[in-house]
């Protein structure tokens, strides 16, 4: 609805739209994908994790964060494996290159890792779930 000032009160016509009432609450808000399939906590836990690694890897490794070498420790992979002892056993493969005792990172990387939910990439419309 638009409603037109009188002359009196300005020296140009101005035009206000308002919007219907009740039609501002009405409307949802809308999220981003990412959120709306994960968990916003989950998400924040995840990036908490990535964080540590890498401090934790820049302390075994003796380097800065850019220095530390590609190592994938893929989170969703640990949880896919059925037992701790095979997800030490993958991280300490991981780190085969890292000569300082590295018992203690695995230990808590576990720890941390235990109780995440696996996060599998949002499918695009028309993909089959296998």
């Not at 501002?24 to 994960?38: A, M, N």
Request: hydrophobic share 35%.
């Amino acid at each position: 609805m638009a409603a037109v000032t009188s002359p009196e009160s300005t020296p140009q016509p101005r035009v206000y739209f308002q919007t219907p009432p009740g039609t501002e609450e009405d409307v949802p808000q809308k999220q981003g994908r990412v959120t709306v399939k994960y968990d916003r906590k989950e998400l924040r836990r995840r990036l908490n994790l990535e964080e540590w690694i890498v401090s934790q890897l820049m302390t075994l490794y003796d380097c800065e964060e850019d220095e530390v070498p590609e190592l994938e420790i893929d989170v969703d992979e640990l949880l896919d494996l059925p037992s701790d002892v095979e997800r030490a056993i993958r991280v300490k493969m991981l780190l085969v290159d890292c000569y300082k005792p590295n018992d203690d990172f695995v230990a808590a990387l576990l720890e941390k890792v235990r109780g995440m939910q696996k996060l599998s990439t949002p499918q695009k419309k028309g993909d089959i779930t296998p």
